[in-house]
């Protein structure tokens, strides 16, 4: 899908946050993009949706380069516009497109269903938890079914209840969504339960150190499984190398 | 204690009645509350004229005031070179003190009503500028991220989050300028008055003081204090009243 080759950013003042970070993202990948924080994580999401652009190296798409759309991102904030309802938050994207109101409704209530907010299509964000906040910004970014989804550690600022519930969520969204995930996070746990291959950084300035593969399909009982604790026990000796 | 503040006045009217009457203080001095109500009642309609044509003035200010500011902190929002060209002269216009350049604006206008107008809009212009402008920035550099990674343009940008954005901020200008849009047009109304219009309430505070008619001067001035007050309060409940309307 997106090949990402020597990237490095610098910014003004001489940080440099990026350092020949290379990855390959693949259709229907789940990555998880793990390091300390000011590793250069948030960066090279943010080099991938286009926002900012590299220093040096590049970014190379398969088959075309991503229109509006096909990158849905979903911030370590909810971000959402609190004078709008969850249903017309939902529908922004597909606002922003072009879609009309009465088209896109049917998608927008398809996607709160999803994520378990059926019946607050008209809740102001104000009026929802934390978490549900964060899933309506889930179903913000999936709204426009995008080839790519981006997250920047959405869930770092939950309780750790409602970190699991979302976690085991977000993968049975995926897989009914079938898009291509990147996740950025600096827990190994996180990591280890929701993605297939969880990307290793280095310390400023981030370098990509290494790559470790997961086979768990992570469902209600991964946590107690052993693979688990052995994927998370070699994920955390990688960090540490990774980490000097 | 919802009633102490109005108690606290009634009490504080009482002792300046009856300090006036034991020490004999003359009227043309300092009049008492009844001698003030007194003047008010000899011509309740004048001074409501009077007052009611400050107000039209104040209005036509705020309204004024709020249109441009509205627009150039847009324009502002939009490019830095409307951003390079505008900011310092909204910030000379606002160090410019207004009785020094009333004079000026009243003898290039001519027309007496768009001169004042011009004067109040002045005053109360900065305060809304500057607070739309803050609210044109507040939105998270997040929610500008997903705008952009949406692909919507400027405007739609500007339509869509950065005007709901500024909205509280709007609001809370608005409160502030009213008052001075008051005061503007006060001060425009004394310094064109001492140029011989005759029509707001001010004027009326400047002939009664050249007749000696304390009473009515304080009249005068009660009015202008009892409108600052509700144009105070009521553009603060205006703006709360939208904001939960929008929550």
């Given at each position: 899908?997106?090949?990402?080759?020597?990237?490095?950013?610098?910014?003004?003042?001489g940080?440099?946050?990026?350092?020949?970070?290379?990855?390959?993202?693949?259709?229907?990948?789940?990555?998880?993009?793990?390091?300390?924080?000011?590793?250069?994580?948030?960066?090279?999401?943010?080099?991938?949706?286009?926002?900012?652009?590299?220093?040096?190296?590049?970014?190379?798409?398969?088959?075309?380069?991503?229109?509006?759309?096909?990158?849905?991102?979903?911030?370590?904030?909810?971000?959402l516009?609190?004078?709008?309802?969850?249903?017309?938050?939902?529908?922004?994207?597909?606002?922003?497109?072009?879609?009309?109101?009465?088209?896109?409704?049917?998608?927008v209530?398809?996607?709160?269903?999803?994520?378990?907010?059926?019946?607050?299509?008209?809740?102001?964000?104000?009026?929802?938890?934390?978490?549900?906040?964060?899933?309506?910004?889930?179903?913000?970014?999936?709204?426009?079914?995008?080839?790519?989804?981006l997250?920047?550690?959405p869930?770092?600022?939950?309780?750790?209840f409602?970190?699991?519930?979302?976690q085991?969520?977000?993968?049975?969204?995926?897989?009914?969504?079938?898009?291509?995930?990147?996740?950025?996070?600096?827990?190994?746990?996180?990591?280890?339960?929701?993605?297939?291959?969880?990307?290793?950084?280095?310390?400023?300035?981030?370098?990509?150190?290494?790559?470790?593969?997961?086979?768990?399909?992570?469902?209600?009982?991964?946590?107690?499984?052993?693979?688990?604790?052995?994927?998370?026990?070699?994920?955390a000796?990688?960090m540490?190398?990774?980490?000097? | 204690?919802?009633?102490?503040?109005?108690?606290?006045?009634?009490?504080?009217?009482a002792?300046?009645?009856?300090?006036?009457?034991?020490?004999?203080?003359?009227?043309?001095?300092?009049?008492?509350?009844?001698a003030?109500?007194?003047?008010?009642?000899?011509?309740?309609?004048?001074?409501?004229?009077?007052?009611?044509?400050?107000?039209?003035?104040?209005?036509?200010?705020?309204?004024?005031?709020?249109?441009?500011?509205?627009?150039?902190?847009?324009?502002?929002?939009a490019?830095?070179?409307?951003?390079?060209?505008?900011?310092?002269?909204?910030?000379?216009?606002?160090?410019?003190?207004?009785?020094?350049?009333?004079?000026?604006?009243?003898?290039?206008?001519?027309?007496?009503?768009?001169?004042?107008?011009?004067c109040?809009?002045?005053?109360?212009?900065?305060?809304?500028?500057?607070?739309t402008?803050?609210?044109?920035a507040?939105?998270?550099?997040?929610?500008?991220?997903?705008?952009?990674?949406?692909?919507?343009?400027?405007?739609?940008?500007?339509?869509?989050?950065?005007?709901?954005?500024?909205?509280?901020?709007?609001?809370?200008?608005?409160?502030?300028?009213?008052?001075?849009?008051?005061?503007?047009?006060?001060?425009?109304?004394?310094?064109?008055?001492?140029?011989?219009?005759?029509?707001?309430?001010?004027?009326?505070?400047?002939?009664?003081?050249?007749?000696?008619?304390?009473?009515?001067?304080?009249?005068?001035?009660?009015?202008?204090?009892?409108?600052?007050?509700?144009?105070?309060?009521?553009?603060?409940?205006?703006?709360?009243?939208?904001?939960?309307?929008?929550?």
């Amino acid at each position: 899908m997106l090949t990402v080759s020597h990237v490095a950013r610098r910014f003004p003042g001489g940080v440099e946050a990026l350092r020949d970070a290379s990855l390959r993202l693949s259709e229907a990948d789940f990555v998880a993009l793990l390091g300390p924080s000011g590793c250069g994580k948030s960066t090279l999401l943010r080099l991938i949706a286009g926002l900012d652009q590299p220093d040096d190296g590049r970014l190379v798409w398969d088959d075309r380069p991503p229109a509006p759309g096909d990158i849905g991102y979903v911030f370590q904030d909810a971000t959402l516009l609190p004078w709008a309802t969850a249903e017309d938050n939902v529908f922004l994207p597909l606002r922003l497109r072009g879609v009309p109101r009465d088209r896109a409704l049917p998608d927008v209530h398809a996607m709160l269903r999803r994520v378990g907010l059926q019946g607050f299509e008209q809740a102001r964000p104000r009026q929802l938890s934390g978490g549900m906040r964060m899933r309506v910004s889930i179903a913000r970014a999936l709204v426009t079914k995008p080839r790519l989804l981006l997250m920047d550690e959405p869930f770092a600022a939950l309780d750790e209840f409602t970190r699991h519930k979302l976690q085991a969520d977000l993968l049975e969204v995926w897989r009914q969504a079938g898009c291509t995930v990147v996740f950025v996070t600096h827990s190994i746990y996180e990591a280890a339960f929701l993605a297939h291959r969880i990307v290793l950084m280095t310390p400023r300035p981030g370098r990509i150190d290494r790559e470790i593969a997961s086979t768990l399909d992570a469902g209600p009982e991964t946590r107690l499984d052993p693979a688990y604790a052995a994927l998370v026990a070699t994920i955390a000796r990688g960090m540490e190398a990774a980490l000097g | 204690m919802k009633f102490a503040p109005f108690l606290f006045g009634l009490l504080a009217l009482a002792l300046w009645e009856a300090a006036v009457r034991i020490g004999d203080v003359p009227v043309y001095e300092l009049p008492g509350p009844i001698a003030i109500v007194g003047a008010f009642v000899a011509d309740p309609v004048g001074l409501l004229q009077a007052l009611a044509s400050t107000l039209f003035v104040t209005f036509t200010a705020l309204l004024v005031a709020a249109i441009l500011s509205l627009a150039m902190a847009i324009a502002m929002s939009a490019s830095r070179l409307a951003q390079a060209a505008i900011q310092p002269w909204a910030v000379a216009l606002q160090v410019t003190p207004l009785p020094a350049i009333a004079p000026l604006i009243i003898i290039w206008v001519g027309e007496p009503f768009i001169a004042l107008v011009v004067c109040a809009t002045i005053v109360a212009f900065f305060p809304l500028f500057a607070n739309t402008a803050t609210g044109l920035a507040s939105a998270p550099p997040e929610l500008n991220d997903l705008f952009r990674l949406y692909g919507a343009s400027r405007w739609r940008t500007m339509a869509l989050l950065r005007l709901p954005a500024a909205l509280p901020y709007f609001l809370s200008g608005l409160r502030i300028s009213g008052g001075l849009a008051l005061v503007g047009a006060v001060v425009a109304e004394l310094v064109a008055g001492s140029g011989g219009f005759a029509s707001g309430l001010a004027y009326r505070i400047l002939e009664a003081s050249f007749r000696l008619e304390m009473p009515r001067m304080f009249a005068a001035l009660v009015l202008l204090a009892l409108a600052g007050i509700v144009l105070n309060f009521g553009l603060g409940a205006l703006g709360q009243a939208i904001l939960r309307r929008r929550q």
